[in-house]
């Protein structure tokens, strides 16, 4: 029993106090069903905070976290986790233009494509693939970001950190909710869900969510809307608790979406300027997702077992205009059938107090995916891209005679099988001495990746010179790649605490970062194997062929990459608990960073390569504050300078210059005003003004491109009566002209434009 | 012993398709499918005084004994410093006959297929050779260069 008024002391006294402090104060609730509307976020700690690794409260750990709540994330239209990078210090998720993927930095660390550096868990169920981290967010009690290698508990892809989002159970809150958004580039945002406790012991929630958009970017090839987009998702969840000691907890969910394409804008490095968005190949994506998580508490007197059960199906095809520009280049179609099945069992130590407290875990996941992905070469594209190559070397004999193809167009098909599984065992100990507290962890990590590749191509040619008749010609590369790495990921801490006023603490962590393969670049490895191949048929053979002589393996395999994260920082509260401030220092060091390079020439993919070392140094602080009754002040600031210390790429050495996509300034101010029971005319009236700022961000190597700082200004207006609530919203109203990302394809540069001004109204209803 | 399994090539290229029927399991050069190869050097004259030696080149010589042609598929050969490809060039109808210890070869006004067809610019004139289990050596003119080869046979796996 005193355990039980303790954890809910600590919880409630840490949503008080929250790093984003809640808007709202519980001991003014006389309302009761405002109470629960906004006691939800409160009491929904409690629940929360059993984390599966993790402690209740992560400002007592030795660890760098910001953590948004229930009433912050919705105030604040976070909807993505892009959104909500904003947000967090040292946290850069920029608008990548699809939802194929995200691309998420932290301290330096990150990732574009393949494999993410930071791991995303929703209800403790890990989502291995990138390709589902852009889902839909609603209903969200609280989502969390750790900053800095997490490997040791959590293993694999999350050498940057890992983000924990918990939604909403129907356990801790119970009743209706249903909003209807509105804004400009007719976007509609419709959710409702509904919360249900028949019994002590089960409860459950049904929801769902449906949105449109016309966007905000056209086509000017065609006037078409660009970056249009609709989908939706649903989530069924049961929770039963048959005892005090046995939790089942099954979440399944669902999700859709349909978009346009890229908002890609050709760059003229002459005059620093962007053309609109222009292209006249179709454009889309296309996403269908399923998961279900089943999560098994089983709490003993002194132990407390967990078992996490995952299954996720993802199916997705993207079509792409790949050069962006009105030429008839060449389209890419890439679709991908995955299926994951993971398994977490954890047991560890209950109780937080205890002088000893650990954790020791399995993880096992195997995870199964089939790829598509045809390249198909068009007029202009089979002329500039593959016969300007061929004829070059062929005129240097014959000047007058070419090599022709019959078709107008052909496919390079590309066909591809990539089974992973892996297996891991962890332990953590934290032992306590005085105000000291101790904490190492170990974790092996075994992981066995394949890829089995078709790549294959058929078309007829044929020489002007010798050749009266076009001549069948086909060309293949069918083979197989695997790996396995063992890991060892320890982690050691020394935290010191001050008591009341927080803790501080020192860490030392390694990271890893699971290598792959380059499927991307399948289709120039096939146009260089075919340009190999066709000569080979006619016996033609180049001394200096410009056709560079390696292996599969070697193009298509990319290292794993490890990290060494040194850092030094505290949880402070001041001032009677009104401020809270959370600061850290780090400085890590990288080994075979994976970069995402473009290829120099007209080349048509991109690759994954590994950089021999960078580093990365900076801090993050964030402060919280309530500055007077119903004003909350919020400010953090994250720098991070990431550099190369040893990286040739063959052409360049880039030793000294700034690692790309990483900016090196994120901030973030935010205000807000409450004020209460406005006579009869409204119960709640919220003021809430933002500000953001990133950059600045270099986007190649070599530095000579890069987005300077920029600021967004945000803000909303919230209004709630009885059940309804009303609220006006704005996002980047300066209408701020930035540059979200950056693209290379065939020589050309492309930046994707940061979405203009957008500003709407939400009316809810919750009973 | 090399002249009769010589010969028993020569016999098996008359039966053309006759793949591993005459397989042997001695050291013999006998390719299955009536293929024998050569590896030597090339040497180009360059008509202004100077030649041109392409070294290693490989010369895959088939027999139709039906038909009583040879063909010479002659491998990534250059015929000048300066020429920035190598080429497969292919000799066919060129007539052979047995003799002695060996075969010889001969044509005239042949027109090679290179790069997919035939190539009139490397007409070959009078072509004439000696072909043994051992040894390979020819000489002719090559379009408007004079070109001899002088090889040695190798075992070589047949395509």
Known sequence: MCRTILFLTITLLSSLFSTEVSGRILSDASDKKLQVRDTAISLSEVAVVAQLKQKNDLRLEPLSSSVLKMGNIERRQISSLNDFSYYTPNLYIPDYGSKITSSIYVRGLGSRIDNPAVGLYVDKIPYLNKNGFDSDLWDIMRMEVLRGPQSTLYGRNTIGGIINIHTLSPMVYQGTRFSVGYGNGNSLNIKGSTYWKPGEKWAFSVGGNYYSTDGFFDNEYDGSDCDWMKGGSGRFRLVFKPGSRLTIDNSFIAGRVEQGGYTYSLYDAESGTTAPVSYNDLCGYERTTISNGLSVNYEMDRYLLSSVTSWQYLDDCMTLDQDFTPKRMFTLQQAQNEHTVTQDIVLKRNGENKRWQWLSGLTLFYKSMKMAAPVRFKQDGINELILANINKGIHTVFPNDDILFQEDEFDIFSNFKAPVFGAAVYHQSEYKVGRFAFTAGLRIDYEHSQLDYDSNSSLSYKFTLTMQQFKAFRTQLKGKEKRDYIEPLPKFAVQYSLKDYGNLYVSVARGFKAGGYNTQMFSDILQNQMQTDMMADLGVYFDNAGIAGYTVGEVITYKPEYSWNYELGGHFNLWGGRLRADAALFYIDCTDQQLTIFPSGKTTGRMMTNAGRTRSLGGELSLNARVASGLDMGLSYGYTDARFVKYNSGIADYKGKHVPYVPKNTLSATANYTLYKLGNFLDKLSFRAGYNGVGEIYWNEANDMKQKFYSLVNGSVYAQKGLFSLEFWGKNLTGTDYNAFYFVSVGNTFFSKGKPAQYGVTLSVEF | ?159
């Open chain 2, 1 to 159: 012993m090399k002249l009769k399994l010589f010969f028993r090539m020569l016999l098996c290229s008359m039966a053309l398709l006759s793949f591993a029927a005459c397989s042997d399991d001695d050291d013999s050069l006998f390719i299955e499918d009536g293929i024998i190869a050569y590896v030597g050097d090339v040497v180009v004259d360059q008509n202004d005084g100077t030649t041109y030696t392409d070294k290693d080149v490989k010369i895959e010589l088939t027999f139709d004994a039906v038909a009583n042609t040879a063909e010479m598929l002659v491998k990534q050969v250059k015929f000048a410093e300066k020429m920035p490809i190598r080429l497969d060039m292919t000799v066919k109808g060129i007539d052979f006959t047995i003799a002695g210890s060996g075969i010889t070869i001969a044509g005239n006004n042949i027109v090679p297929e290179a790069m997919g067809g035939p190539f009139p610019m490397y007409t070959i004139i009078n072509l004439s050779g000696k072909v043994t289990d051992s040894d390979f050596s020819f000489s002719m003119k090559c379009g408007e260069f004079p070109v001899t080869f002088t090889g040695k046979a190798v075992l070589t796996s047949a395509k």
